[in-house]
Nanobody
């Protein structure tokens, strides 16, 4: 059974850093595009970053460009989201999700939630002074 488990969330001051991890089990990670999504209280879930099956194509939402970096380690079956220079607006529950894809080298910057078939339970990130 396909399972995604996020970890690494916490409370951090503005300007600080966190690294989120998304550990996959029960399926071949390399067959999927992986995305990170954020949901703030009372708001819809939005895409933050995605990474292609090959790991060579990455897309970021405009709000996190230059601050967040997504990466994947196939051997460890884990996808990471390195978040630097965090802002209060980055607060929310972060979810990783898997999207089956026939394409090795592409992930869509649109990051439509409906296209992602499997989701983790989420990890809370709070940026506050």
């Amino acid at each position: 059974q396909l399972q995604l488990v996020e970890s690494g969330g916490g409370v951090v001051q503005p300007g600080g850093s966190l690294r989120l991890s998304c550990a996959a089990s029960g399926f071949t990670l390399d067959a999927y595009v992986i995305g990170w999504f954020r949901q703030a209280p009372g708001k819809e879930r939005v895409g933050v970053s995605c990474i292609s099956r090959s790991g060579t194509n990455r897309q970021n939402a405009d709000s996190v460009k230059g601050r967040f970096t997504i990466s994947r380690d196939s051997a460890k079956k884990t996808v990471y989201l390195q978040m630097n220079n965090l802002e209060p607006e980055d607060s929310g529950v972060y979810y990783c999700a898997a999207k089956p894809s026939p394409t090795l080298y592409y992930c869509s910057g649109a990051m439509r939630t409906a296209e992602y078939t499997d989701w983790g339970q989420g990890t809370q990130v709070t940026v506050s002074s």
